[in-house]
């Protein structure tokens, strides 16, 4: 019965998107259409999507305002260049990863359990706080992280099939763990926590749970961009690094992992177009967040996904 509820339609639809969406962008590198400059664009909207979804859990699904992102990010990328520079292969490459992974999400445990008591803009201050200290441990450990001068000359072993794979495993298991009994029970959370403390829900460890799964990703994130781009330092990932991810979370709607993904292209291509007008891009792209909050302050998406957006298309279909 189960093997029948995966192997479905819907799921081999999907599927074979996937992989054709994979084998066109390959295609276009391959062949130069997309250039040096546009496969950065790409790396950077990938590297997006994985913080994005990932706070998301957190912020739109849990209802935990976390503002620190970018230090779970920079623990990815530090642990993932540290041992990417002394294997300096393909397994080290990886290995760095899922080392960099674990790191973020044990601190992310350890720092949730007692943080996560709090709750809004005091659990928003811990968090900030909380990455701020990852920044300056970062920045005060010379003999390892080379201090505020960085790391240079990471080798570089992610590429468009690292980054493809990575980004959809994220979105995949993301979205089957809001869709199990425990997804259900951090959106319990978000709703009403009183009532589903009520109801015999532990919430303390639903948010730990979900904040370490974020912390987890937002390592696998800084990891890719470590050696994507060759070189990070401190101050790459600070507090503005926590704010842009939360922008994304936000303009796509809190609560939708389809609002993220969008959300981090449209953002990411915005700013690639707006870069020939330097003087003026911040200015237009604050502008253009304002508005869009104004107008529609739930995000492009609000808490739909773009399987909800199907249903609605059948049901009106099948009315007509």
Not at 198 to 226: D, E, R
Not at 241 to 269: H, Y
Request: charged fraction near 10%; glycine fraction near 10%; proline fraction near 1%.
């Amino acid at each position: 019965m189960n093997s029948m509820k995966v192997i479905n339609k819907k799921n081999i639809l999907i599927l074979i998107v996937i992989i054709v969406f994979y084998a066109v962008a390959q295609a276009l590198i391959n062949n130069g259409t997309i250039n040096n400059f546009y496969e950065i664009t790409l790396a950077t909207i990938c590297i997006n999507i994985i913080l994005a979804v990932s706070l998301n859990l957190v912020t739109g699904f849990t209802g935990q305002f976390s503002l620190g992102h970018a230090g779970f990010m920079s623990i990815g990328a530090y642990v993932g260049a540290l041992i990417n520079m002394e294997m300096n292969s393909t397994s080290g490459f990886l290995a760095g990863i899922l080392a960099g992974a674990a790191a973020a999400a044990i601190v992310g445990i350890l720092i949730g359990i007692p943080t996560l008591r709090l709750k809004g803009d005091y659990l928003a201050i811990a968090t900030l706080g909380m990455a701020e200290i990852i920044r300056v441990v970062f920045l005060n450990m010379d003999d390892i992280t080379n201090g505020a001068a960085g790391l240079n000359g990471i080798p570089r072993f992610t590429n468009w099939m690292w980054l493809f794979i990575f980004t959809a495993l994220t979105i995949i298991l993301i979205n089957n763990f809001v869709h199990s009994s425990y997804g259900r029970a951090c959106i319990s959370i978000r709703e009403d926590e009183i009532a589903a403390e009520s109801m015999g829900v532990n919430t303390t460890m639903y948010k730990v749970m979900a904040f370490a799964i974020g912390a987890f990703f937002a390592g696998i994130a800084g990891a890719l961009y470590s050696s994507y781009f060759y070189f990070i330092k401190p101050s790459i990932f600070g507090f503005m690094k926590s704010i842009d991810i939360l922008v994304i979370v936000v303009f796509g709607g809190m609560g939708s992992i389809t609002g993220s993904v969008i959300a981090a292209v449209v953002l990411a291509v915005l700013t690639t177009f707006l870069q020939s007008y330097s003087e003026l891009r911040m200015i237009i792209y604050a502008l253009l967040l304002i508005v869009i909050m104004i107008f529609r302050p739930q995000g492009l998406m609000g808490t739909k996904e773009i399987t909800d957006l199907f249903k609605i298309v059948k049901k009106n279909e099948k009315n007509q």
